[in-house]
Every structure is written in structure tokens, then in C-alpha cells.
């Protein structure tokens, strides 16, 4: 076991990190894995169990290695890692430091060519990890990949959506989506054929995967984002740089989509969620869309907070 300090001045955060290699403290013989394996969890020991238990029994046809991130879960996933897994390369933050930051936080770890971010609550199929590396290893036109996601319905999620533009998010900041949902068909890209590779905008981060030295050309993730939208902003500073966005329907996982963010209310939701979408916009948009999505975004986040107060009163969930 070896223990390492690792200081993270973006975000003024001292981590200690435990390294276990091999199954009873027996090193592995020393190389350098062709993936590196990022999980950022917080409060979903049990699916990320089941999310590594998954990983370390298959056989994926390509070395690899797993770095865990936990924001202060306190549900004794730290124990369970350690305890369970110990070729997890482990690193525990003291509070709940979001996505683009713990995932930056690994990724000045990892030694894989290949970075894949998973989500905790994921399963991968056994090429997933494979195609991915072949694909980027291969073609190096292509910046980032996905797969295909499937639901509990065993159907495909909508992991692909086409760049995010101002009418768009407009819809969802005001909630009119709900009412017209083909307004936001684009966007969503509703007609996504999930069975076809494809060039895209964005995938979905829940399993995102880039070379390692894409970092050194378009910088890491921008930890401006605590949650949603680092992604969109990565595939978007990618095409930006000349690469391509590609989808690989030749590989898939199950994705239970998002079962940390059922933890949060809404109005804890709705407050990240479009304070991203307001830094999204003042990055990449028109100099007078930020500040219009700003001055909506309060009311937003009151309605939200109303939702959670009818929930709260009736035990309804909306």
C-alpha cells in the first residue's frame, strides 16, 4: 500500500490518496495500463459496487486501471473500496467537490493513453473499454467518444444532443419544454439513431473517453462547471481544436442515470444546474445571452424551491 499527497490549487484542496495494487497487498508486475478507468462517486456505494465488481471481472482484451474519486460520501464507500478493491487507486476529498474538479484530480494520475470518465452508477459490457481505446488509438481525427447507453427499460438512452444554442436553453430554464417538448427536439436530438456510429456534437459524460494528450492541447476540464455542462464544454474546445466527436455503436453499457442527483432538490438541482448553463454561455455564446439567462435564473431556482415545498407538504413527487 502506498500513500500519496496530491495538491489541487485550482481548487485549493489537500487530498490524500491510497494507492493498493494486487489482491493482499501483492504488487502487480510495473506497466503502464492502456486505460485509465475515472470514477467520481458520492452517496451510491452500492451501484458503484456493482459498478466495480463489473470492471474487474470481465475480461475487457486491454490493460487498465481504476482511479475512485470520493467527495465525501459518508456512507461508507471509502471503507468498502478499500476493503473490496484494492487495486483501486483511491483518492477521498473532505467535501462534495463536484465533477470537472475530482475527475481532474485523477486525471493528473492517471497513466492510461486512453481516460475514460464512468459514472459511478454504470455497468460496462465487455468491449466497451476496448473499442473506445481502438477508435481513439486508431483514428486520431477523433477527440472524444461514446457509446451507447442503455436504461432499465433496455432501450437507449438519449446520451447524444447536438450543442447547446440560446432558444434551446431558454426553453428549459423557463420550463416551456415541458409544455411544447418538440421545441426541444433538436436539441435533443430525438432522432438520434443509436445504432449507427456517427460523428457528433457532444456525448454523454457519463462514459466519456479521450486520449490522455488531448489535455496538453485543449487543457482539462473547467472546474468553473461543479456540475453539467464541463462535458459539452470539452467536446465543444475539442471540435474547436479540429477534432471530431464520435459515437460507437459498437459497444455499450447500462446506465442508471444519474442516481446521485435523486439524492439533491430541486432547487439544489436547478441552482447548479443553471449557473452552469449561464457560464456555458458567457464562455461560448453571444456577449447579451449570459446575462439574459442570469437575470432569469432566480425565478427558476424559486419555482424549483416551490416544487420541493409541494413535495415536502404533500409527499408527492413531481
Given at each position: 500500500?502506498?500513500?500519496?499527497?496530491?495538491?489541487?490549487?485550482?481548487?485549493?484542496?489537500?487530498?490524500?490518496?491510497?494507492?493498493?495494487?494486487?489482491?493482499?497487498?501483492?504488487?502487480?508486475?510495473?506497466?503502464?495500463?492502456?486505460?485509465?478507468?475515472?470514477?467520481?462517486?458520492?452517496?451510491?456505494?452500492?451501484?458503484?459496487?456493482?459498478?466495480?465488481?463489473?470492471?474487474?471481472?470481465?475480461?475487457?482484451?486491454?490493460?487498465?486501471?481504476?482511479?475512485?474519486?470520493?467527495?465525501?460520501?459518508?456512507?461508507?464507500?471509502?471503507?468498502?473500496?478499500?476493503?473490496?478493491?484494492?487495486?483501486?487507486?483511491?483518492?477521498?476529498?473532505?467535501?462534495?467537490?463536484?465533477?470537472?474538479?475530482?475527475?481532474?484530480?485523477?486525471?493528473?494520475?492517471?497513466?492510461?493513453?486512453?481516460?475514460?470518465?464512468?459514472?459511478?452508477?454504470?455497468?460496462?459490457?465487455?468491449?466497451?473499454?476496448?473499442?473506445?481505446?481502438?477508435?481513439?488509438?486508431?483514428?486520431?481525427?477523433?477527440?472524444?467518444?461514446?457509446?451507447?447507453?442503455?436504461?432499465?427499460?433496455?432501450?437507449?438512452?438519449?446520451?447524444?444532443?447536438?450543442?447547446?444554442?440560446?432558444?434551446?436553453?431558454?426553453?428549459?430554464?423557463?420550463?416551456?419544454g415541458r409544455l411544447f417538448p418538440k421545441l426541444l427536439d433538436r436539441y435533443m436530438f430525438r432522432d438520434f439513431d443509436y445504432y449507427r456510429s456517427q460523428d457528433v456534437d457532444q456525448v454523454?459524460?457519463?462514459?466519456?473517453?479521450?486520449?490522455?494528450?488531448?489535455?496538453?492541447?485543449?487543457?482539462?476540464?473547467?472546474?468553473?462547471?461543479?456540475?453539467?455542462?464541463?462535458?459539452?464544454?470539452?467536446?465543444?474546445?475539442a471540435q474547436k481544436a479540429g477534432l471530431r466527436i464520435r459515437f460507437s455503436a459498437d459497444a455499450e453499457a447500462h446506465d442508471h442515470v444519474g442516481q446521485g442527483f435523486a439524492l439533491m432538490?430541486?432547487?439544489?438541482?436547478?441552482?447548479?444546474?443553471?449557473?452552469?448553463?449561464?457560464?456555458?454561455?458567457?464562455?461560448?455564446?453571444?456577449?447579451?445571452?449570459?446575462?439574459?439567462?442570469?437575470?432569469?435564473?432566480?425565478?427558476?431556482?424559486?419555482?424549483?424551491?416551490?416544487?420541493?415545498?409541494?413535495?415536502?407538504?404533500?409527499?408527492?413527487?413531481?
Amino acid at each position: 500500500m502506498t500513500e500519496i499527497a496530491v495538491s489541487v490549487p485550482k481548487l485549493n484542496l489537500s487530498i490524500t490518496g491510497k494507492i493498493m495494487q494486487g489482491d493482499n497487498d501483492r504488487p502487480e508486475p510495473a506497466r503502464t495500463p492502456a486505460v485509465s478507468v475515472i470514477i467520481v462517486t458520492w452517496k451510491v456505494r452500492e451501484l458503484l459496487r456493482a459498478n466495480l465488481t463489473r470492471l474487474f471481472s470481465l475480461d475487457h482484451g486491454v490493460s487498465f486501471e481504476v482511479l475512485v474519486v470520493d467527495n465525501n460520501s459518508e456512507d461508507g464507500t471509502v471503507r468498502m473500496i478499500r476493503r473490496e478493491f484494492p487495486r483501486v487507486r483511491l483518492v477521498t476529498n473532505d467535501w462534495d467537490a463536484g465533477f470537472a474538479g475530482p475527475n481532474n484530480q485523477a486525471l493528473r494520475l492517471a497513466k492510461g493513453q486512453t481516460c475514460i470518465l464512468l459514472n459511478p452508477d454504470m455497468l460496462v459490457e465487455p468491449k466497451a473499454l476496448k473499442t473506445v481505446h481502438d477508435l481513439l488509438t486508431e483514428d486520431q481525427t477523433v477527440g472524444v467518444a461514446g457509446i451507447r447507453l442503455i436504461g432499465h427499460d433496455g432501450r437507449p438512452i438519449g446520451s447524444v444532443r447536438r450543442f447547446p444554442d440560446f432558444a434551446s436553453q431558454l426553453c428549459i430554464l423557463l420550463k416551456i419544454g415541458r409544455l411544447f417538448p418538440k421545441l426541444l427536439d433538436r436539441y435533443m436530438f430525438r432522432d438520434f439513431d443509436y445504432y449507427r456510429s456517427q460523428d457528433v456534437d457532444q456525448v454523454r459524460g457519463s462514459f466519456f473517453a479521450f486520449r490522455r494528450e488531448l489535455l496538453d492541447r485543449i487543457g482539462y476540464l473547467d472546474e468553473g462547471y461543479h456540475l453539467w455542462f464541463e462535458e459539452v464544454d470539452f467536446c465543444l474546445r475539442a471540435q474547436k481544436a479540429g477534432l471530431r466527436i464520435r459515437f460507437s455503436a459498437d459497444a455499450e453499457a447500462h446506465d442508471h442515470v444519474g442516481q446521485g442527483f435523486a439524492l439533491m432538490g430541486h432547487a439544489e438541482k436547478q441552482a447548479i444546474f443553471t449557473a452552469s448553463m449561464v457560464r456555458y454561455f458567457r464562455k461560448h455564446g453571444r456577449p447579451w445571452q449570459a446575462p439574459v439567462l442570469a437575470a432569469l435564473r432566480p425565478f427558476a431556482v424559486a419555482a424549483a424551491a416551490g416544487a420541493d415545498l409541494f413535495e415536502k407538504l404533500t409527499g408527492k413527487r413531481i
